[in-house]
């Protein structure tokens, strides 16, 4: 367990002025995104798939800091020697309901964020709360634990905030419509991009089709300084959503993103394109880890600066598969570990070396 003052909120990282009302609140020239990279895992086991993602932000991202806030004891074992041994990663034991009251204290939300949280059952769910609360305490760039960063993110600091978006089919407005035309065009694009899952090297294909795809916010990948507005709406959005909504799949993360962005000009949020953070779409994203030729640079966009690849799909069957052997293996045959490999080159040696 992590002791000492690291788990504690700092008044000089956390500074926030103003309240937040009906309209968010408004960023100061000199509110600037905090070289740091934050992770947040709930639960005791941390496999080596979501290790790379920590390990590729260390050695690409090009920040001061990055910080895996995790809510519970980790297992000992080889991820954690591997993580506790690398230079410029902070393993920070969080509680969450500490940091959940903070930030609804700061935003007049009484306790509202830490009963969200206590009700809420999915562990995807729960750090959809608790990443948002992380960033608006202390700024930063929040990842989830399902991506690989390919290069340094400093660009992305330029921004007062930002948010990614991806080329989905069921966006919240879609599943909600009464139009038979709707339901007809976006059924057509879902049997589409199931055939192109299916089909060997279907994400090149999808490539020529993707511009008929709706683009989704998704809150994989975003950034801002302590107290930015995106954050504390997104805090006081999710306060306001009615119990039964909240249990609802995406009601916490990429729908309720979806509902605040267009609250702000393009001058207040950047919203990137899907190249940026999603190079390979939901469902398509499975071509990550099928059998093929390891095509990575085509695969990445030039825009590239996270993959992330959706451990929420159907990529769940090869996790628990993944560790540096499994990369060294299949690392001519399979964009997932090509591009590790690529990412963390001293890692596959040291497997080189063992093997």
Not at 52 to 77: C, I, R
Not at 267 to 283: K, Q, R, S, T
Request: aromatic share 10%; hydrophobic share 45%.
């Amino acid at each position: 367990m992590e002791t000492g003052n690291r788990g504690q909120i700092h008044d000089r990282d956390c500074a926030v002025s103003g309240a937040v009302g009906d309209s968010p609140q408004r960023l100061s020239a000199v509110m600037l995104i905090p070289p740091r990279v934050h992770f947040c895992w709930i639960g005791p086991q941390l496999s080596w798939a979501y290790a790379f993602a920590l390990l590729s932000a260390v050695a690409q991202a090009g920040m001061d800091e990055v910080v895996l806030h995790h809510t519970d004891e980790l297992e000992e074992g080889a991820v954690l020697t591997a993580l506790r041994g690398t230079p410029g990663l902070r393993l920070e034991r969080v509680d969450a309901r500490a940091c959940l009251a903070e930030a609804g204290a700061r935003l007049g939300l009484s306790d509202a964020l830490v009963a969200i949280y206590a009700n809420l059952v999915s562990p995807s769910q729960r750090s959809d709360v608790l990443r948002a609360a992380i960033l608006y305490l202390w700024g930063g760039i929040y990842l989830d634990l399902d991506t690989i960063t390919v290069a340094s993110l400093r660009p992305l600091l330029d921004a007062p905030q930002f948010i990614g978006t991806e080329h989905i089919v069921w966006p919240h407005w879609v599943r909600s419509s009464r139009s038979w035309a709707v339901w007809a065009k976006y059924l057509a694009l879902d049997l589409l991009r199931s055939g192109l899952r299916l089909c060997p090297g279907g994400w090149r294909g999808f490539r020529h089709v993707e511009a008929w795809y709706f683009k989704g916010i998704n809150g994989a990948v975003l950034g801002g300084p302590a107290g930015a507005p995106l954050f504390a709406a997104d805090l006081t959005a999710m306060a306001a959503l009615p119990p039964a909504r909240r249990s609802q799949p995406y009601a916490l993360g990429p729908d309720l993103l979806q509902s605040l962005v267009g609250q702000f000009s393009s001058a207040e949020l950047v919203i990137h394109e899907p190249g940026v953070f999603y190079p390979l779409a939901p469902e398509i994203s499975t071509h990550w880890f099928r059998a093929g030729a390891a095509n990575l640079d085509l695969a990445l966009r030039p825009q590239t600066r996270v993959v992330h690849w959706y451990a929420s799909v159907r990529s769940k069957p090869y996790i628990a598969l993944i560790d540096p052997d499994y990369v060294r293996t299949h690392r001519h045959t399979q964009l997932y570990s090509a591009l590790v490999s690529r990412v963390l080159p001293q890692l596959l040696k040291e497997a080189d070396a063992a093997a």
